[in-house]
Antibody, heavy 122, light 108 residues
């Protein structure tokens, strides 16, 4: 079945960077995109950005522009989310989810990865 | 950016009752590109509804979505024990994807 499997939890110090991976399987990676969403403890869902599996185009939420980089490796069908200059309020579960290959086409997010807890603490 | 406001924040109901969840957008959602997700504690969200009213594969028919423009509704016709969870609406029609803040459906 279509699956997204994320890397394991991370503990980072303030100011560091984290890179989370999202391995896709059982579908044609280049026909879709990957979106990233985070959820702080006890809070709602926050969209971070999108990358096309077709051509590598990206779109970022304004809040994260300049601090996050999304990449995708079509040879390994893996997407990556790198977040820099970490702060304590970046502590959250980070999810990847399948999205559309073209951003303006619009798509719901389905399926989702299992989530990766990133803890930022000194 | 389209802001989505969900109401109520918490809905206290008994199994077998009907649940009606609201999602209001600050401006019209293009193409009615509005989805609903269910999230249980410690789990990733699960897609229920896309395009405002289409059920995702495998979703029971007690879940239904309706609405257009700026006002959308998720209805659960008869609550089952596994339906007590948090529900989020999300729009994917504009330049920035956004979520509502969520509605928690709890057992009364």
């Amino acid at each position: 079945q279509i699956q997204l499997v994320q890397s394991g939890g991370e503990v980072k110090k303030p100011g560091a960077l984290v890179k989370v991976s999202c391995k896709a399987s059982a579908y044609t990676f280049s026909n879709y995109g990957i979106t990233w969403v985070r959820q702080a403890p006890g809070q709602g869902l926050e969209w971070m950005g999108w990358i096309s599996g077709y051509n590598g185009d990206t779109k970022y939420a304004e809040k994260f522009q300049g601090r996050v980089t999304l990449t995708a490796d079509t040879s390994t069908t893996t997407a990556y989310m790198e977040l820099r200059s970490l702060r304590s309020d970046d502590t959250a579960v980070y999810y990847c989810a399948r999205d559309s290959a073209y951003y303006d086409s619009g798509s719901v997010f389905d399926p989702w990865g299992q989530g990766t807890l990133v803890t930022v603490s000194s | 950016e389209i802001v989505l406001t969900q109401s109520p924040g918490t809905l206290s109901l008994s199994p077998g009752e009907r649940a009606t969840l609201s999602c209001r957008a600050s401006q019209s959602v293009p193409r009615d590109y509005l989805g609903w997700y269910q999230q249980n504690p410690g789990q990733a969200p699960r897609l229920l509804i896309y395009g405002a009213s289409s059920r995702a594969p495998g979703i029971p028919d007690r879940f239904s979505g309706s609405g257009s423009g700026t006002d959308f509704t998720l209805t659960i016709s008869r609550l089952e024990p596994e339906d007590f969870a948090v529900y989020y609406c999300q729009q994917y029609g504009s330049s920035t994807r956004t979520f509502g803040q969520g509605t928690k459906v709890e057992i009364k």
